[in-house]
């Protein structure tokens, strides 16, 4: 197989390539050898999505390093404009994948959210979890910058009162797709939804459903689908903050203060319910 065009993916970066062999095309994730496990993480990540048999996940091809490279090689599907159908579809094939469920919150090996680390200690309470593993190494993260103080105070103030949204709403570990932005799914066949790019561990569902609202949303079918389905605890709207505030803390740890004034709003607005 050769690339359509050549590139050199640098310290910290995975550069995405369409490849072809003589007879097919493949999707190729590229990256230093200090991206591998990385790479690795994304493998699990598919294929636990690909056992659970509710939703089209890319076939992983090959996995491996050169002397220098690593490289994760999928299938290429060639995605078409998302529409009514696939997104019907999406919320009734993502209610049934949150169905797959485990005792206990977390995953038995750490992974990554975009380039940042994630770390899944398996937890029998999902406060705990969210708190230990999830907001507390991304206000590190920031405090460690320098710059985000106002952040880390205010992080701080609602862990401490974390257990206020959960009164009366005790959710399961449902099996997630973890990083369910609008760039992470696609159609295929005019009506296939396909979902790729995972972060996944057990947690809430609701989590995937807010990280689906949060940078630039889906199409409203998908929600009414996903309801019809499992319908969602009425203080969902309260939480999603909650959750997005996690996704907003990483792009402010990895591309800056264009994030800060979104990230502070969530905050305030989550302080003003306890």
């Given at each position: ?138 206000c590190l993260m920031a405090s460690r910058k320098g710059s985000q103080s106002i952040i880390e105070k205010k992080v701080n103030l609602l862990m401490e009162s974390m257990e206020l949204f959960f009164t009366q709403y005790k959710p399961q570990p449902s099996l997630l797709h973890g990083d369910l932005w609008s760039g992470n799914w696609g159609t295929i ?86």
């Open positions: 197989m050769e690339p359509e065009y050549i590139t050199t993916p640098t310290p910290g970066q995975v550069i995405k390539l369409k490849v072809r062999s003589v007879d097919n095309n493949y999707f190729l994730k590229l990256g230093l050898l200090t991206e591998y496990p990385l790479l690795v993480a994304e493998q699990t990540g598919l294929d636990a999505l690909k056992s659970a048999q509710a939703v089209k996940i890319p076939e992983v091809v090959f996995i491996g390093t050169t002397s220098t490279h690593s490289l994760l090689i999928t299938e290429y599907l060639e995605l078409k404009a998302n529409n009514f159908l696939s997104g019907k579809r999406l919320g009734e094939q993502l209610a049934a994948l949150h169905r797959h469920t485990n005792e206990f919150f977390g995953l038995g090996e750490n992974n990554w959210i975009g380039l940042s680390p994630q770390m899944n200690n398996w937890s029998a309470n999902w406060t705990d979890f969210f708190i230990k593993y999830r907001l507390s190494p991304q066949n005019e009506e296939t939804p396909v979902i790729f790019d995972p972060a996944i561990y057990y947690g809430d569902r609701e989590a995937d459903l807010a990280m689906s609202k949060l940078f630039g949303g889906f199409p409203n079918i998908f929600y009414e689908a996903y309801n019809h389905s499992w319908p969602l605890d009425s203080g969902f709207n309260l939480r999603q903050n909650l959750y997005n505030l996690y996704h907003l803390l990483n792009h402010l740890n990895l591309f800056g203060e264009a994030y800060l004034n979104q990230t502070n709003a969530v905050l305030d607005q989550l302080l003003s319910e306890i």
